[in-house]
């Protein structure tokens, strides 16, 4: 993860800033989609796009070292350009689970942001183009990093949906699938990494499993402590009949064009 200083102004005037965007802008509409069945005319996703981002970079500000992982802001914005311009629908996260359990239809542009550890360049980056765009995105932090709490205070964002990357379960500790430590872990320990970065983020909507490790206890935990979607690095779109506990995710990356981009995210499935 880079280590980079806050190039945000301070805690104080953050909060300000995501209060003045609260009460300038209209509250993002939820639209209702009683989508009635005209032979597959009516425009419902068969599939569900949920893109898995993770850092951002300026020009003027290069990663170190440069991976598939670094995306380039003027990609990013140009991505978003493309989600406004084509009108795409955000469903919540109890709108995903429904989804996926066969309850509940999505428009057939529609798409979920994420985007994993929290890192520096996607703060400072990232969100001041999600709040340009007015596209909002989920931020999967590791919670027991010092560096936490600060972050949620100075990056609070009515674009930015903070959840759990889990408490302390983004480290190695097994010889299953990736090496993660939640294959070593029992349930009751795995609830309580949960419970504790619901403590910190005061929500427990979405998460992200630590390198997609997970397994038969970490979907138990899951249910017990009432997270909606939890989701994997498996990349491919989330289809109906897909286990909450284990949902995919679509790989974004640095090196994709914005043809490719368009792709990942254009409808499959009926469209009007
Ligand atoms: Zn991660």
């Not at 919670?143 to 100075?154: G, M, V």
């Not at 190695?172 to 699938?177: E, H, K, T």
């Not at 899951?222 to 491919?236: D, H, Q, W, Y």
Request: charged residues 20%; contains cysteine; glycine residues 6%.
């Amino acid at each position: 993860m880079e280590q980079r200083p806050h190039r945000r102004p301070t805690p104080c005037t953050a909060q300000s800033r995501a209060e003045q965007l609260r009460t300038a802008q209209p509250q993002v509409t939820r639209t209702v989609h009683v989508v009635e069945n005209f032979d597959n005319f009516a425009g419902n996703a068969e599939t569900l796009p949920v893109l898995m981002y993770h850092y951002v970079y300026t020009e003027d500000d290069p990663p170190v070292k440069n991976d598939a992982n670094y995306l380039l802001d003027t990609k990013l914005a140009a991505q978003l350009q493309y989600l406004v311009d084509n009108n795409y629908y955000y469903p919540s996260y109890a709108e995903v689970r429904a989804f996926a359990q066969g309850t509940h239809t999505l428009p057939a542009r529609s798409v979920v942001l994420t985007f994993d550890d929290g890192q520096m360049g996607f703060l400072n980056y990232g969100i001041p183009l999600l709040e340009q765009y007015e596209v909002p995105a989920t931020s999967f932090i590791i919670c027991s990093q010092d560096s936490t709490p600060e972050k949620l205070r100075d990056y609070a964002s009515p674009y930015v949906s903070f959840q759990s990357h889990s408490y302390n379960m983004h480290r190695d500790g097994s010889d299953v699938g990736r090496g993660g430590i939640i294959h070593a872990m029992t349930t009751e320990e795995i609830v309580d990494d949960l419970k504790q970065a619901q403590a910190i983020l005061g929500t427990t909507e979405a998460f992200a499993y630590p390198y997609g490790d997970n397994n038969e206890n970490a979907w138990a935990a899951m249910e017990e402590a009432g997270v909606l979607c939890a989701f994997t690095i498996e990349n491919r779109r989330v289809e109906v009949g897909d286990p909450v506990e284990a949902l995919p995710r679509v790989r974004i990356a640095g090196e994709y064009t914005q043809e490719g981009f368009e792709h990942l995210v254009e409808p499959n499935g009926s469209e009007q």
